[in-house]
């Protein structure tokens, strides 16, 4: 396995991804990782990952020096590599001018970093995005590749078992940087390809047999990706020693309790307790406005309905949650704490002191090895590949006070906009699209009569992590469809518009 140690940049779980990509498994560790930790983990290579402070800052983060001396593999990106630069003794410049985007990289040897690369006349397009640069090799180090800007854009010292890159392997706009990422941890490390989600499944069925025993095990289902899967994997290793809790909260999408009640009950065969706790949220939301109001009293009655449901069960060991391994991953404060804009992490949450040990099997895996886990168990596209949807549901979409009036015209629309983006081929290219009704009413002419109804608006965007999003560029006709189709078959609703604000400045979600 990869050692990461990581020191701060946006792309760290990049790295992981395309290393693991690699079927080489790696963990992130922070940059200030102590030695014995890094030893414990007895990893077969260790990268450097970049980050945005200068070697020069006053507080520059720097790793312990005693990874130079474990005898593994060490390759510096970026950041990561003005390190070496600067800690070997070479020359690191402090440059005004910081290089941004694409480059031309000229490979100057092709022995082991850049082996069989799929390019020509050694020449690739990498992206670059750094401020300093190293000037001067240290002793022993050779230049391994140049840009026009950068003579060292690539450097090595077998003998030391260090490489070192200036550009970013790790980013789509790289080409051919898996490949590089890939030479890192085969060729340089000697790593085997082990890590794929056939042998995480087969693996982790054990672990959670000889974890659970006997015992019991309790999960809250949300129809969610990670939930889901969740579900099914702790099935196949326990069986009926699972239950599943599924709460209608009333803010759900059309026909979804039915069909979480028709997947996991009726054909995967798992004990699923369907709670439907509408009336309960609808009445705790009643005159309710204010977006984090809505949040705060839509997470806090979930936790309540589930505490009443699980007295109701009976008592269980174990609580199954679908935690990710980037809500694992202690962060590392570089750049120091960012602001709260929404309070996500309170919602759909569980409490943490709740009498129970957790049953986690997703702690190490990214969304996308999830679905793969979840394709990998024969789960339905439909499951493995849904948008993500917030914990308060439509409680965040219809604007203003929620009813349910206003949820069933949401609702409604909300499924024309699914129907059609699904049957545009639209739905996999996009990370989320959903309809939002406005607190609104305009004037409009049906007939020969005025009417007086509701605006709503449609969002799709993509985006690969949400953090940040730009609109969709969904074809003309398709948007024409939606509109006639939800003005003409939704009562209530008698004008259509589409956002095309990115984020940032705006959020995905309206309120
Ligand atoms: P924003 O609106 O902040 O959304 O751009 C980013 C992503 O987070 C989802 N989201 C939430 N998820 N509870 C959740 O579980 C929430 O309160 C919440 N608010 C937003 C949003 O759907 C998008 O995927």
Same mark, same amino acid.
């Given at each position: 396995?990869?050692?990461?140690?990581?020191?701060?940049?946006?792309?760290?779980?990049?790295?992981?991804?395309?290393?693991?990509?690699?079927?080489?498994?790696?963990?992130?560790?922070?940059?200030?990782?102590?030695?014995?930790?890094?030893?414990?983990?007895?990893?077969?290579?260790?990268?450097?990952?970049?980050?945005?402070?200068?070697?020069?800052?006053?507080?520059?983060?720097?790793?312990?020096?005693?990874?130079?001396?474990?005898?593994?593999?060490?390759?510096?990106?970026?950041?990561?590599?003005?390190?070496?630069?600067?800690?070997?003794?070479?020359?690191?410049?402090?440059?005004?001018?910081?290089?941004?985007?694409?480059?031309?990289?000229?490979?100057?040897?092709?022995?082991?970093?850049?082996?069989?690369?799929?390019?020509?006349?050694?020449?690739?397009?990498?992206?670059?995005?750094?401020?300093?640069?190293?000037?001067?090799?240290?002793?022993?180090?050779?230049?391994?590749?140049?840009?026009?800007?950068?003579?060292?854009?690539?450097?090595?010292?077998?003998?030391?078992?260090?490489?070192?890159?200036?550009?970013?392997?790790?980013?789509?706009?790289?080409?051919?940087?898996?490949?590089?990422?890939?030479?890192?941890?085969?060729?340089?490390?000697?790593?085997?390809?082990?890590?794929?989600?056939?042998?995480?499944?087969?693996?982790?069925?054990?672990?959670?047999?000889?974890?659970?025993?006997?015992?019991?095990?309790?999960?809250?289902?949300?129809?969610?990706?990670?939930?889901?899967?969740?579900?099914?994997?702790?099935?196949?290793?326990?069986?009926?020693?699972?239950?599943?809790?599924?709460?209608?909260?009333?803010?759900?999408?059309?026909?979804?309790?039915?069909?979480?009640?028709?997947?996991?009950?009726?054909?995967?065969?798992?004990?699923?307790?369907?709670?439907?706790?509408?009336?309960?949220?609808?009445?705790?939301?009643?005159? @309710?406005?204010? $977006?984090?109001?809505?949040?705060?009293?839509? +997470?806090? /009655?979930?936790? !309540?309905?589930?505490?009443?449901?699980? %007295?109701?069960?009976?008592?269980?060991?174990?609580?199954?949650?679908?935690?990710?391994?980037?809500?694992?991953?202690?962060?590392?404060?570089?750049?120091?704490?960012?602001?709260?804009?929404?309070?996500?992490?309170?919602?759909?949450?569980?409490?943490e002191n709740m009498d129970f040990e957790l049953l986690e099997p997703f702690r190490e895996l990214f969304k996308d090895e999830v679905r793969l886990v979840g394709l990998e168990l024969g789960m339905p596209e439909e499951i493995v590949h849904r948008h993500p949807f917030p914990g308060p549901g439509l409680g965040i979409r219809v604007l203003g006070e929620v009813t349910k009036e206003r949820l069933d015209v949401l609702r409604d629309a909300d499924h024309i906009l699914l129907e059609e983006i699904k049957?545009?081929?639209?739905?996999?290219?996009?990370?989320?699209?959903?309809? @939002?009704?406005? $607190?609104?009413?305009?004037?409009?002419?049906? +007939?020969? /009569?005025?009417? !007086?109804?509701?605006?709503?608006?449609? %969002?799709?965007?993509?985006?690969?992590?949400?953090?940040?999003?730009?609109?969709?560029?969904?074809?003309?006709?398709?948007?024409?469809?939606?509109?006639?189709?939800?003005?003409?078959?939704?009562?209530?609703?008698?004008?259509?518009?589409?956002?095309?604000?990115?984020?940032?400045?705006?959020?995905?979600?309206?309120?």
């Open positions: 396995k990869i050692l990461i140690l990581d020191f701060g940049s946006q792309y760290t779980q990049l790295i992981a991804r395309r290393v693991r990509e690699s079927q080489v498994y790696c963990e992130i560790l922070p940059f200030n990782t102590d030695i014995e930790t890094i030893r414990e983990f007895a990893p077969r290579g260790i990268i450097l990952s970049g980050g945005p402070s200068s070697v020069f800052a006053e507080n520059a983060p720097f790793p312990t020096a005693q990874i130079f001396n474990l005898n593994v593999p060490i390759l510096g990106i970026c950041y990561g590599m003005q390190l070496i630069g600067y800690l070997e003794g070479g020359a690191v410049a402090k440059s005004a001018l910081r290089e941004f985007g694409r480059a031309e990289l000229i490979i100057d040897n092709t022995e082991d970093l850049f082996a069989d690369l799929d390019i020509i006349d050694n020449t690739c397009t990498v992206w670059m995005s750094h401020g300093d640069k190293v000037e001067r090799l240290p002793d022993g180090f050779e230049a391994i590749a140049h840009t026009r800007n950068a003579p060292i854009a690539a450097m090595r010292n077998p003998g030391k078992q260090i490489w070192a890159i200036q550009f970013h392997p790790e980013v789509v706009h790289t080409y051919e940087g898996t490949a590089m990422l890939s030479n890192f941890v085969h060729r340089i490390c000697g790593c085997e390809s082990t890590w794929n989600m056939a042998n995480f499944i087969d693996s982790k069925i054990e672990e959670i047999r000889a974890t659970v025993g006997d015992r019991q095990v309790l999960c809250a289902l949300s129809g969610g990706v990670d939930s889901s899967v969740a579900a099914i994997l702790i099935h196949r290793a326990i069986g009926d020693r699972l239950t599943c809790v599924f709460v209608n909260n009333g803010l759900l999408r059309k026909n979804e309790p039915e069909a979480v009640v028709k997947t996991f009950r009726d054909h995967y065969q798992i004990n699923l307790h369907y709670e439907d706790a509408t009336e309960r949220f609808l009445e705790k939301l009643s005159g @309710v406005t204010d $977006p984090e109001r809505k949040r705060k009293i839509i +997470g806090n /009655e979930f936790i !309540y309905v589930f505490e009443d449901v699980k %007295r109701q069960l009976g008592s269980f060991d174990f609580l199954a949650q679908g935690t990710l391994y980037p809500d694992v991953i202690e962060s590392v404060s570089v750049k120091g704490p960012s602001a709260v804009i929404k309070s996500h992490h309170n919602v759909g949450g569980l409490p049957m545009a081929g639209l739905y996999r290219t996009i990370w989320q699209a959903f309809a @939002v009704l406005l $607190p609104v009413n305009t004037v409009g002419v049906m +007939g020969d /009569e005025r009417t !007086y109804e509701n605006a709503c608006a449609l %969002r799709a965007v993509s985006s690969v992590d949400g953090m940040t999003a730009d609109w969709s560029h969904i074809p003309y006709e398709v948007l024409g469809r939606i509109s006639n189709r939800i003005i003409n078959e939704v009562h209530g609703i008698n004008r259509v518009v589409y956002d095309i604000s990115s984020k940032p400045p705006g959020t995905i979600e309206w309120e």
